[in-house]
């Protein structure tokens, strides 16, 4: 096991320290860390969304910062201001909270449309341009941004441009009960999150990325991705399918998933594991498929099925 490998593998143990039987969901979260790129994840409160983002901070020795949107929050607050200094006579750029490695944006969809645009613009631009002078965020960074599920009152739900820029989304899920059992036994004196140790740090991170993007992909597997991508366009449930961004993107966390699993070589495995996370917020349903309670997920399987398998030499 080379010694990237073992980074990764030290990572998901030591977040498995404060996540409890969410082994998939971690994995995925890395995968995008992996990448470059940022995640979604939407679940109801109290199952372990902050944790998850707090603890893989902490294990690679991130800077950290939590946003707690709400409606009046103000995207000054996000990107940061100019105050004027009258001993210097110049205006002195103060940072906002986005100028970390690591940002939790806790329910997203609960702040103002314009305060949101201000956060996934810096994660695309990975850069805030305040009174016409640019900062670059620092590196490695990563956005992952919590969202209650969208029928919860009191939510303004992500345009689906908005939506195109997150790498993955996740689900955490309720523990099992054996699960929920040992949740309740490992946090009876202190939440482990306190004591946790980093394993890896920023210059780790930065180079399994650059390892990541060697990561072979046959020609065929390429056109087996825009084949995956390209008919979710022409899906009869399907009012808005995933645009260029979402074949990249697949085709990113394909290399990343198969990076983890210790290959160098991407397999159709792997783009079938990511197709669902990667693709499914990227897609807008037809109303009448909404009235029949057909999910996204089901229409990135239902085409995972009736796909083609290329084979690899």
Known sequence: MNYSMQVLKKIIENV????????????????ALMCGGHVLIEDVPGVGKTSLVSSIAKSINASFKRIQFTPDILPSDITGFSIYNQKTGEFEYRPGAVMSQIILADEINRTSPKTQASLLEVMEERQVTVDGTTYKVPSPFMVLATQNPVEYVGTYPLPEAQLDRFLIKISIGYPGFNEESAILTRFQYDNP???????????DIIAIQEEVKNVVVDQTLNKYIVDIVSQTRRHPDVTLGCSPRGSLALFRASQAHAFLNGRTYVLPDDIKKMAVPVLSHRIMLKQ???LKKISPNEIIESILGNTTIPMVD
């Open 193 to 203: 999150l306190n004591s946790l140790k980093p394993v890896a740090d920023g210059s």
């Open 16 to 31: 498995e320290k404060v996540i409890i039987g969410k082994k998939n969901a971690i994995e995925l979260t890395l995968i």
């Open 288 to 290: 009448e498929a909404k």
